[in-house]
């Protein structure tokens, strides 16, 4: 099903493509003293519970003199399980250089934990300025992560971790965040191998995408995605799934786009997983002066779920027309006729689902297309075929007579209608006759 999608991609189009992260970790805090400031935190805006994740520690010296040889002292609780190999330290020029650590045990830390140091060296953070030590741990359960960490001189350590907090040369502060459980998502862009896609505001790659991103949090919650593609039936705005969530672990959620610059029927342009349309009908509902036309799609959604973009061309039998609706019988649909000459309907259902898409027109009669028949009308018809710009004026509404042309019967036919005050009745019929 999903072939006959793909071969009706447009080839060789620009598709640029946007995600925008919902869920990040929560904002780091800074403990400090009149010497030091002090900030633990993860650098990543999702924490997954999931390795080679990156702690941080952001050391700001507030004295006149160096900070020599400071010790950064993580204390190694079961949630994490810490590289030891990975230390390093970044400048404030952003120069980065290696560091060691050491493993410590509880009767020979400060804080009285197992603990992992990282450690500095002579000089290492200049009077006034700052610098960070960054170490990578592997996350090892979801839901709420607690880290205890300090700063503090080795020539002159603390007797313990109450000596800390009474001093002006040592720091404790904890890390605190949820950790998520990890998945896979996957975006493509069908056929189109040189677009660029940007996640989370970022350029990641061209043509296609994956990473390990955010799942179900903590008591199943759902972290949600906005994944989105400028696409030109569109218009060169952005087509955007709403809401995309991941599944955990296995098996990755995948996120398509299809390029397509002329839809001429409803077309999946951008879909999670399978969809596929079918049954589908589009009839023409013929107006009246008291009821316009109406141009309607309807077909059956065949999914296992999922949110989709579907791109309908504007239809050329009701030119102009007033307004598009849609309806599905069990999920979620939003319609968008910004685009000039096409309309996306974005639909969220769980399963197979019924939709309908009506274009609503205008009455016939109602070549002023103002959404009714007067008099205005009928004067509008008959100054154009006085004029000759008969061929002007718009043959599905003029032609009220039916006789596939508009003249001076026609501008008759509904100065007799008369807003429905006069002798002929919204379909054109004389006393109820012909």
Do not use: H
Not at 107 to 130: F, Q, Y
Not at 372 to 384: L, P
């Amino acid at each position: 099903m999903l072939s006959t999608q793909k071969q009706a991609v447009a080839l060789g189009t620009v598709v640029l493509l946007a995600l925008s992260l919902a869920a990040t970790a929560g904002v780091a805090s800074a403990a400090e003293t009149d010497s030091l400031t002090f900030e633990p935190a993860f650098e990543e805006e999702q924490v997954l519970a999931t390795d080679n994740q990156t702690l941080s520690f952001t050391v700001t010296n507030r004295e006149d003199e160096p900070f020599d040889f400071p010790i950064i002292e993580i204390v190694d609780s079961a949630q994490i399980d810490i590289n030891e190999t990975s230390a390093v330290v970044i400048d404030e020029d952003g120069n980065e250089n290696n560091r060691g650590t050491d493993t410590l045990t509880e009767r020979k830390s400060v804080s009285g934990e197992d603990v992992v140091i990282i450690e500095g060296e002579g000089n290492e953070i200049p009077p006034g300025e700052t610098v960070t030590f960054e170490i990578k741990v592997d996350v090892l359960t979801a839901g709420d992560v607690e880290i205890e960490s300090l700063v503090y001189p080795i020539q002159n350590e603390p007797a313990d971790i109450s000596e800390v907090e009474s001093r002006d040369d040592s720091v404790i502060d904890t890390v605190t965040t949820e950790a998520f459980q990890p998945g896979t998502l996957n975006v493509n862009v069908v056929d189109e191998s040189d677009v660029g896609i940007v996640v989370n505001g970022n350029s990641a790659s061209t043509g296609s995408y994956s990473e390990e991103v955010a799942a179900a949090g903590v008591g199943g919650e759902s972290v949600e995605y906005d994944v989105g593609a400028e696409i030109p039936l569109a218009d060169d705005e952005v087509v955007t799934l709403d809401g995309v969530t991941v599944p955990e672990v296995t098996p990755p959620r995948s996120v398509e786009f299809f390029a397509k610059e002329e839809a001429a029927q409803p077309t999946i342009i951008a879909q999670t997983d399978s969809i596929d349309i079918q049954g589908l009908n589009d009839p023409i509902r013929q107006g009246t002066a008291e009821e316009p036309f109406k141009k309607e799609f309807n077909f059956d959604l065949v999914t296992d779920g999922g949110q989709t973009a579907i791109g309908v061309d504007d239809p050329s039998t009701l030119d102009p027309f007033n307004s598009v609706d849609a309806t599905i019988d069990n999920g979620e649909i939003t319609t968008d006729n910004t685009p000039n000459n096409a309309t996306i309907i974005s639909v969220a259902t769980d399963d197979d689902d019924v939709i309908s898409i009506t274009y609503e027109g205008f009455p016939l009669g109602d070549v002023t297309t103002t959404g009714d028949v007067t008099n205005d009308d009928a004067a509008t018809i008959a100054q154009s075929v006085a004029a000759g710009d008969e061929a002007e004026l718009n043959q599905l509404y003029g032609d009220v007579t039916g006789d596939d042309e508009i003249n001076a019967a026609d501008a008759m036919f509904i100065a007799q209608y008369d807003g429905g005050d006069g002798p002929r009745d919204e379909g054109y019929n004389l006393n109820g006759g012909s």
